[in-house]
């Protein structure tokens, strides 16, 4: 997961969960929470490399190298 804090919140929400329903449901909540992990690091094709996107001048949000307009903001990306 990206944001810690959505990979903490879950650990919390499933870890509630499981322990309502025991040692059984801790193992369940747990498999879950593996499975969860490794569904999101599978590559869905968009690259995420530092190298191969840039932030917008305007309002700092990702974009890949090669666009030309923010898909944010809309600012013009200059630099091509």
Same mark, same amino acid.
Request: glycine content about 16%; proline content about 3%; hydrophobic content about 35%.
């Given at each position: 997961?990206?944001?810690p804090?959505?990979?903490?919140g !879950?650990?919390? %929400?499933?870890l509630g =969960? ?5 040692? %059984?449901? =801790?193992?369940?909540? *747990?498999?879950m929470? %593996?499975? =969860? *992990?490794i569904?999101s ?10 190298a ?11 974009? #890949?190298?090669e ?9 013009? !990306?200059?630099? #091509?």
């Open positions: 997961m990206e944001n804090l959505v990979a903490g !879950l650990t919390l %929400v499933f =969960i499981g322990s309502m329903f025991g040692s %059984v449901g =801790i193992v369940v909540a *747990g498999t929470l %593996v499975a =969860i *992990g569904s690091g599978q590559s869905d094709g968009e690259s995420t490399t530092p191969e996107k840039t932030n917008c001048p305007s309002c700092g949000a990702r974009n #890949k190298r666009t030309d307009v923010c898909h944010h903001c809309g600012t013009v !990306l200059s630099g #091509k």
